[in-house]
């Protein structure tokens, strides 16, 4: 009994003792938790991109209009459901364009687009109101929608053989030209009001993606109107504060109104042609590559062909063409592994043959689609397009890391897409928080009304970035652009030395604008 006494008369001084040091213990916590919590913080955000990134005194005064202007929309949106990112594109635009933060970066220098499709960049306004008034343009319509054709006569193949008529025939019998005009934007873009009705998972939104390539194409085939969109593309990326643009085309041969039809090679003329005669004109534009990118749906015998064309113009066309890629959509496949023997010969081209390959667009983790990262990497991808997958990937993610192998994230597209409904859980938002080698681009933003990469600048930096995301974050943004492009060494110094003029350009601008609108945002001498 005595022994039992003495054992409880130990335990309790043992918890008296253990009580004392723990309220020791936080007594010493309380004194130090904010100094603890402060560090954690400043280690954690760190890594998030743009954080190594030192501003200049004029640099500090625009980075406080802007986290000025950012915090007010974010403490907006917190008191409501209405913040952009988190829905569709399609709804969210006029919001989007309503935003100061937006403006901010609308006029900003943005560096390079490095994930674009040729036919996909232009303005549909630009299609509708100056390619479609071009003589000798007929249309057709489908069950989708139109499609068109540039011919000196009615057209006697295709879909319709006997259903052709001129565009001009069919404005002129409309009720008025502006509203057969209005029908033909939308039947050339994929804007609804009910996008999640409307495309109710990945597979909707890409059949009617597609039959916009296919209304596009055949106005696109002919070679004078293609002169026409590409020049109004590189306009439109110049006046959205794009210094330098690398696209993939699937290179449709080009053709005269008679019929004739170009080369490839020829072709390709066409398109250099038109980015040589624009840097000319444009000085404030660095210029244009192109990355060879036909469709995947096909067999190994037509990759070999691919690989064997891509050859043949990087011989003849050596700084314009960038390198290769395979594109569509990846879920239906067929994977890169597929076409392993004939990619391979790339890695022994001489002149060298840089590629770019789309990988892991998809939802899906251990498909196919999602393990095209395997390949991607294996095969020595100079940058990898989406890369939607690469967090479910720890061992890619490190290779890529190490290898300096940078994800072209595209946040609108993934969105109008429907890979990912709310923008604050994009992958991209965990690759920015850690620092990892991306650039952000705009993919094919004809489709959705966006412009060239401010709409997508916008949703990387209110999204993937976060709260703490500040001029910092694009400012590095724009800085990746141009050292993870395609250029050799001298000509990627000689563009960051045009882009770096442009935005001291733009900081002193900022400066002067903000303190004669808000002069609270920025504190008197």
Not at 82 to 92: C, D, E, G, T, W
Not at 406 to 433: F, Y
């Amino acid at each position: 009994m005595k022994v039992g006494v003495s054992r409880a008369l130990q335990l309790a001084a043992v918890l008296v003792i253990a009580s004392a040091s723990n309220v020791l213990a936080r007594a010493v916590d309380n004194n130090t938790y904010d100094r603890q919590r402060e560090a954690l913080v400043a280690q954690d955000y760190s890594n998030l991109i743009g954080s190594s990134v030192v501003l200049t005194s004029e640099e500090e005064l625009a980075n406080q209009i802007l986290v000025a202007l950012k915090q007010q929309e974010l403490d907006d949106a917190l008191d409501s459901s209405n913040y952009p990112p988190a829905r569709n594109f399609l709804v969210s635009k006029p919001d989007i364009e309503r935003s100061q933060v937006f403006s901010f970066i609308r006029s900003m220098p943005k560096g390079a687009v490095l994930h674009g499709h040729d036919t996909g960049l232009t303005s549909i306004n630009f299609v509708v109101q100056n390619l479609t008034y071009w003589d000798g343009l007929y249309i057709c319509y489908l069950d989708y929608g139109p499609i068109f054709k540039f011919s000196a006569s009615p057209p006697s193949e295709g879909a319709c053989p006997d259903a052709w008529s001129l565009v001009s025939t069919e404005r002129a019998a409309a009720s008025s030209p502006s509203d057969f005009d209005a029908a033909l934007y939308k039947n050339l873009t994929m804007g609804v009001d009910n996008p999640l009705e409307a495309y109710p998972d990945v597979d909707a939104a890409w059949v009617r993606f597609n039959q916009y390539f296919a209304s596009m194409d055949g106005i696109l085939s002919y070679r004078a109107a293609f002169e026409a969109y590409h020049t109004q593309t590189l306009t439109e990326m110049r006046d959205d504060g794009v210094t330098y643009l690398e696209f993939r085309g699937v290179l449709p041969l080009l053709h005269e109104l008679d019929g004739t039809v170009l080369t490839a090679q020829q072709t390709i003329a066409v398109y250099k042609n038109i980015s040589d005669i624009f840097v000319s004109d444009n000085p404030e534009f660095f210029g244009a590559r192109f990355i060879y990118g036909p469709p995947r749906g096909v067999s190994v015998e037509q990759v070999f062909a691919y690989v064997d064309l891509v050859k043949a113009l990087k011989t003849e066309f050596p700084e314009y063409i960038a390198g290769f890629d395979l594109v569509g959509q990846e879920d239906p496949g067929p994977p890169l592994k597929d076409f392993i023997e004939p990619l391979l010969t790339l890695q022994d081209s001489d002149p060298a043959i840089d590629v770019f390959y789309h990988a892991a667009e998809t939802d899906w983790y251990g498909e196919d689609a999602d393990e095209n990262l395997f390949d991607a990497l294996l095969l020595n991808a100079t940058r990898i397009g989406h890369g939607y997958g690469i967090l479910k990937h720890p061992a890619l993610m490190q290779r890529a890391r190490d290898t300096a192998t940078p994800i072209e994230i595209c946040p609108v597209s993934n969105q109008v897409l429907r890979l990912v409904e709310d923008l604050r859980n994009h992958p991209g938002v965990a690759l920015a928080a850690s620092g990892f080698p991306m650039v952000v681009s705009s993919d094919d933003p004809a489709p959705w009304a966006a412009l060239p990469l401010s709409h997508d600048f916008y949703e990387a930096f209110m999204a993937l970035g976060g709260r703490h995301a500040d001029l910092r974050f694009l400012k590095q943004l724009a800085i990746n652009s141009i050292n993870f492009s395609s250029l050799p060494a001298i000509q990627k110094a000689s563009l960051l030395q045009l882009w770096t003029e442009q935005w001291s350009n733009f900081i002193t601008s900022v400066i002067i604008k903000y303190q004669s609108i808000h002069t609270n945002l920025i504190p008197e001498d």
